[in-house]
């Protein structure tokens, strides 16, 4: 057996979701497994790339086990409620453990129409799935949480969005698909045993640790807006924009999940916004913090009635469950960006020392991945690249003296420090330009580039075989301004 399913969202009640089966493709043949997935979580890959392998991960089979529904939830899209959304192009066939007992789901995407289908077709084309696939395996190599991609099946089927493009199905993997979103479901509909069943659901498959909490539902409130604060750090540590931070795409558990129009930054500023639907920057780059305790303000008044009998005093519960999201915020805000300054010990100023330097980058047009990882040099005594991005400004120059005098009062050696700062500052990240060319390539059939790009994306610290190349920023003429859902 492939799976070796144990599911546990099938036992919730019926209206948590549509029980129903994939609907069958064409004539799907596998474009990509993930062998290095795969055997992390203890399955038979050479059963996966068989003929019956393939027909489970086309969603062609209901392999022995499965417990195939659409999940039902709810969101806040751009800030608007919508009460109900749902998978409307995907399911969860079931979850298994991984060797360690790890609990994780095995999802389709865009695996035909579902109740939740709207008016949708149900279904994902090839390059949108793949663009899922560089990134997400790209996002788990930078040590960021995220959902998984095990395998890319294409379907032998178009799919009709501008213009016919090849359609494809998508195996994730993630530690759960419960969203904000899925409790906003049952608070809409005042249903208030499905919201406790739910919580009670996610503490025991999240957050144990909440159980153990005279306010379990308080308590969970404050993990999952801790554990989504240190996320979002993560994202602005690698100049990461989500793109779309809606509340059916926020995770309960805290991973990054759907990997519509989201991007990598070029040159820093913290307006940057990529998404071709995010007319007014909701989501960008620097306004994720904000957007993210927003979406923990929607979880915490979806449990409201759960939290205290008396309105007004649950309220307040409520507000210092959210409040706890800007502590620890500015916590690993700062955490995060010494380490990639290379600062051990905090001290005072260390903030101000950050925010001169990402306002320099700012004005500077600097290159956000190469102007840190250039610091690590600077840190070993070789200033002259990362000054080469801000034209050597005197601006710059002052700052820098202000850091060397920072370092100098922490005994750490030069290279020592250059070497722990490399392992906060990546090399290699899946660029805006680089993504679009394998893409196009992988799309016309040729998939070698994908995965000389998918190599290089596993080390990300390091400067491997090729990294000028993939380091380089686009030349003006490669510059992505936009990225598409691609739904
Ligand atoms: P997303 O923008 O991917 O987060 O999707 C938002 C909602 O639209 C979810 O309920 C999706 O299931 C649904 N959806 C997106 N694309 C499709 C599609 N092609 N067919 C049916 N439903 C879709
Ligand atoms: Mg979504």
Same mark, same amino acid.
């Given at each position: 057996?492939? !799976?070796?399913?144990?599911?546990?969202?099938?036992? *919730?009640?019926?209206?948590?979701?549509?029980?129903?089966?994939?609907?069958?493709?064409?004539? #799907?043949?596998?474009?990509?497994?993930?062998?290095?997935?795969?055997?992390?979580? &203890?399955?038979?890959?050479?059963?996966?790339?068989?003929?019956?392998?393939?027909?489970?991960?086309?969603?062609?089979?209901?392999?022995?086990?499965?417990?195939?529904?659409?999940?039902?939830?709810?969101?806040? =899209?751009?800030?608007?409620?919508?009460?109900?959304?749902?998978?409307?192009?995907?399911?969860?066939?079931?979850?298994?453990?991984?060797?360690?007992?790890?609990?994780?789901?095995?999802?389709?995407?865009?695996?035909?129409?579902?109740?939740?289908?709207?008016?949708?077709?149900?279904?994902?084309?090839?390059?949108?799935? +793949?663009?899922?696939?560089?990134?997400?395996?790209?996002?788990?190599?930078?040590?960021? %949480?995220?959902?998984?991609?095990?395998?890319?099946?294409?379907?032998?089927?178009?799919?009709?969005?501008?213009? %016919?493009?090849?359609?494809?199905?998508?195996?994730?993997?993630?530690?759960?698909?419960?969203?904000?979103?899925?409790?906003?479901? !049952?608070?809409?509909? /005042?249903?208030?045993?499905?919201?406790?069943?739910?919580?009670?659901?996610?503490?025991?498959?999240?957050?144990?640790?909440?159980?153990?909490?005279? /306010?379990?539902?308080?308590?969970?409130?404050?993990?999952?807006?801790?554990?989504?604060?240190?996320?979002?750090?993560?994202?602005?540590?690698?100049?990461?924009?989500?793109?779309?931070?809606?509340?059916?795409?926020?995770?309960?558990? &805290?991973?990054?999940?759907?990997?519509? #129009?989201?991007?990598?930054?070029?040159?820093?500023?913290?307006?940057?916004?990529?998404?071709?639907?995010?007319?007014? &920057?909701?989501?960008?780059?620097?306004? /994720?913090?904000?957007?993210?305790?927003?979406?923990?303000?929607?979880?915490?008044?979806?449990?409201?009635?759960?939290?205290? %009998?008396?309105?007004?005093?649950?309220?307040?519960?409520?507000? $210092?469950?959210?409040?706890?999201?800007?502590?620890?915020?500015?916590?690993?805000?700062?955490?995060?960006?010494?380490?990639?300054? &290379?600062? +051990?010990?905090? /001290?005072?100023?260390?903030?101000?020392?950050?925010?001169?330097?990402? =306002?320099?980058?700012?004005?500077?047009?600097?290159?956000?991945?190469?102007?840190?990882?250039?610091?690590?040099?600077?840190?070993?005594?070789?200033?002259?690249? @990362?000054?080469?991005?801000?034209?050597?400004?005197?601006?710059?120059?002052?700052? *820098?003296?202000?850091?060397?005098?920072?370092?100098?009062?922490?005994?750490?050696?030069?290279?020592?420090?250059?070497?722990?700062?490399?392992?906060?500052?990546?090399?290699?990240? #899946?660029?805006?330009?680089?993504?679009?060319?394998?893409?196009?390539?992988?799309?016309?059939?040729?998939?070698?580039? +994908?995965?000389?790009?998918?190599?290089?994306?596993?080390?990300?610290?390091?400067?491997?075989?090729?990294?000028?190349?993939?380091?380089?920023?686009?030349?003006?003429?490669? @510059? $992505?301004?936009?990225?598409?859902?691609?739904?």
């Amino acid at each position: 057996m492939t !799976f070796a399913f144990d599911n546990t969202y099938a036992q *919730l009640p019926d209206r948590f979701f549509e029980r129903l089966a994939p609907v069958p493709v064409a004539q #799907p043949w596998l474009v990509k497994l993930n062998e290095a997935l795969a055997r992390m979580l &203890g399955l038979d890959i050479e059963a996966l790339g068989s003929p019956e392998g393939l027909a489970m991960l086309a969603g062609n089979r209901v392999p022995e086990g499965a417990d195939p529904l659409a999940m039902a939830y709810a969101g806040h =899209q751009f800030g608007n409620f919508v009460p109900q959304l749902g998978d409307g192009r995907a399911i969860l066939l079931g979850e298994i453990l991984d060797p360690t007992g790890e609990r994780f789901d095995i999802h389709l995407k865009g695996s035909g129409r579902t109740p939740f289908s709207r008016n949708g077709d149900g279904r994902a084309g090839l390059g949108p799935v +793949l663009r899922e696939y560089i990134l997400s395996e790209a996002m788990n190599a930078l040590g960021i %949480p995220t959902t998984r991609s095990l395998a890319v099946v294409a379907t032998g089927e178009p799919v009709f969005r501008e213009t %016919p493009l090849p359609g494809a199905v998508l195996t994730r993997v993630a530690r759960s698909h419960v969203r904000v979103g899925t409790f906003e479901y !049952f608070h809409a509909r /005042q249903d208030i045993d499905a919201l406790r069943r739910l919580a009670d659901y996610v503490i025991a498959r999240h957050y144990p640790e909440a159980r153990q909490s005279d /306010q379990p539902f308080r308590a969970l409130i404050s993990a999952v807006a801790a554990r989504q604060a240190g996320l979002v750090v993560k994202w602005l540590g690698i100049g990461f924009i989500h793109g779309v931070m809606n509340t059916d795409n926020m995770s309960i558990a &805290g991973e990054t999940i759907d990997y519509g #129009p989201c991007a990598f930054m070029d040159d820093f500023h913290p307006g940057r916004v990529y998404s071709s639907i995010d007319r007014r &920057g909701r989501y960008a780059y620097g306004n /994720q913090p904000r957007i993210a305790q927003w979406n923990i303000a929607r979880l915490a008044e979806s449990l409201l009635p759960l939290l205290d %009998p008396d309105a007004n005093k649950a309220v307040e519960v409520a507000q $210092v469950a959210i409040g706890g999201f800007g502590l620890c915020f500015e916590q690993a805000y700062l955490a995060g960006f010494r380490a990639k300054l &290379g600062l +051990l010990e905090p /001290q005072a100023g260390d903030a101000g020392l950050i925010d001169g330097l990402l =306002q320099l980058m700012s004005e500077a047009g600097a290159d956000f991945t190469n102007t840190f990882r250039y610091l690590c040099d600077a840190a070993a005594g070789a200033t002259g690249p @990362v000054r080469a991005q801000f034209g050597k400004s005197a601006a710059f120059d002052t700052w *820098l003296a202000h850091w060397d005098a920072r370092l100098t009062s922490e005994s750490v050696r030069p290279d020592a420090r250059a070497a722990a700062m490399r392992l906060a500052n990546p090399a290699i990240i #899946p660029r805006n330009h680089r993504v679009e060319a394998v893409l196009n390539a992988a799309v016309d059939g040729d998939l070698n580039p +994908l995965d000389a790009f998918l190599q290089a994306l596993a080390n990300p610290w390091d400067e491997g075989h090729n990294a000028d190349y993939y380091m380089r920023p686009p030349a003006p003429d490669e @510059v $992505v301004q936009k990225t598409f859902c691609g739904t």
